[in-house]
């Protein structure tokens, strides 16, 4: 089955510090993962995927499967990046958009 | 366009009750999914439409079921309300075979 664990509920660091938002997953497949995030007040969205490789607001991602992991980096946070942030997986199984989501993390940038 | 909407945004109910919620597909989308967020939890999958048929279940009882229409558009229908079903609940819509998700804003239901 597949699943997907964000083992910080929450997390607190400094501006201009590096942030390391954590994600782990277990499937059979070939997975495809993202992460998306929710501002306050806003709808939930998508950051970035992993497959594109992309550095969406000077974050980044990188898929490590012999981990598991899908962990999201940014090398100096801003208080702009105060979020929910959460870890996803598409199931790709059944050539659909079935995409499970994990427990999220509360990233605060304090000034 | 208005992306995906959803209605109403906030409902309450009594346990026992029945529910619709609505989902409004943004424009060019044809598969719809459902997802319930708990307080404090990620949205939890409950089902995915497309061409009118279920494709995909989440681990929720019977008691959850949905339609989707022609125009894409789709209900999530629950029935014998529980108080824990209180919850946020999502509705997603993309294009069959794409990644990209949408997110509608939700609709808040409270089981009293």
């Known amino acids: 089955a597949q699943r997907v664990t964000q083992p910080e509920k929450l997390l607190s660091v400094f501006k201009g510090a590096p942030v390391e938002l954590k994600c782990n997953y277990s499937y059979s497949g070939s997975p495809e993962l993202f992460w998306y995030v929710q501002y306050s007040r806003q709808r939930l969205q998508l950051l970035l995927r992993h497959i594109s490789r992309e550095s969406i607001k000077g974050f980044t991602a990188d898929l490590n499967k012999g981990e598991t992991s899908f962990h999201l980096k940014k090398p100096f946070a801003q208080e702009e990046d105060s979020a929910m942030y959460y870890c996803a997986l598409r199931n790709v199984t059944y050539n659909n958009n079935d995409m499970r989501f994990g427990a999220g993390t509360r990233l605060t940038v304090k000034p | 366009d208005a992306g995906v909407t959803q209605s109403p945004t906030h409902l309450i109910k009594t346990r026992g009750q029945q529910v619709t919620l609505r989902c409004s597909p943004k424009?060019?989308?044809?598969?719809v999914s459902w997802y319930q967020q708990a307080l404090g939890q990620g949205p939890q999958f409950i089902f995915q439409?497309?061409?009118?048929?279920?494709?995909q279940r989440g681990n929720f009882p019977d008691r959850f079921s949905g339609h989707q229409y022609p125009n894409y558009s789709s209900e999530l229908n629950v029935n014998a309300l529980l108080l824990g079903d209180s919850a946020l609940y999502l509705c997603?819509?993309?294009?069959?075979?794409?990644?990209?998700?949408?997110f509608g804003s939700g609709t808040r239901l409270t089981v009293v």
């Open positions: 424009s060019g989308h044809d598969t």
């Open positions: 997603a819509s993309s294009r069959q075979g794409l990644y990209g998700y949408t």
């Open positions: 439409y497309y061409e009118e048929e279920e494709r």
